[in-house]
C-alpha cells in the first residue's frame, strides 16, 4: 500500500512539473509589453550549423565567459543591437523566445 502510495505521489509531482514547464513554454504565452526596456533595436541574425559554438564564441568575445550548458539559440543586446544566433533550421517560438530578449532582457530570470 505504501508503494502504490509513493508511486502515485510521485507520478502527481512529475506531472506537476511538466505542466509548469508546459505553461512557461506556450505558444499562446502572453507578454507585456509594457515591460520592454527599449521599443527600438537594430535586430542581427545570425543563423549557423553549430549554435552552440557560434553562442559560446559570441559570450566570450562580449566578456561574459560562455554558457556552461547546452543553447538551441542565444541572443545579445547592447548599444540599441541585438544579436541574435540561431540554428539554419529553427522554430518560430525560438525566434520569438530570442527577440524577446532584445526587448525585455533576460525576462525568465
Known amino acids: 500500500m505504501k508503494i502504490a502510495a509513493l508511486i502515485i505521489s510521485l507520478i502527481f509531482t512529475v506531472s506537476s512539473c511538466f505542466a509548469q514547464w508546459d505553461f512557461d513554454n506556450s505558444p499562446n504565452r502572453v507578454f507585456d509589453m509594457k515591460k520592454n526596456l527599449t521599443n527600438r533595436t537594430t535586430l542581427i541574425l545570425s543563423y549557423t550549423t553549430d549554435v552552440q559554438k ?6 566570450r568575445e562580449l566578456g561574459h565567459g560562455g554558457f556552461g550548458y547546452g543553447v538551441i539559440a542565444c541572443s545579445w543586446f547592447y548599444d540599441h543591437k541585438c544579436i541574435v544566433i540561431v540554428p539554419e533550421q529553427v522554430e518560430m517560438r525560438t525566434i520569438g523566445h530570442e527577440i524577446l530578449h532584445c526587448l525585455q532582457g533576460n525576462w525568465h530570470n
Open 54 to 59: 557560434a553562442c559560446e564564441a559570441k559570450s
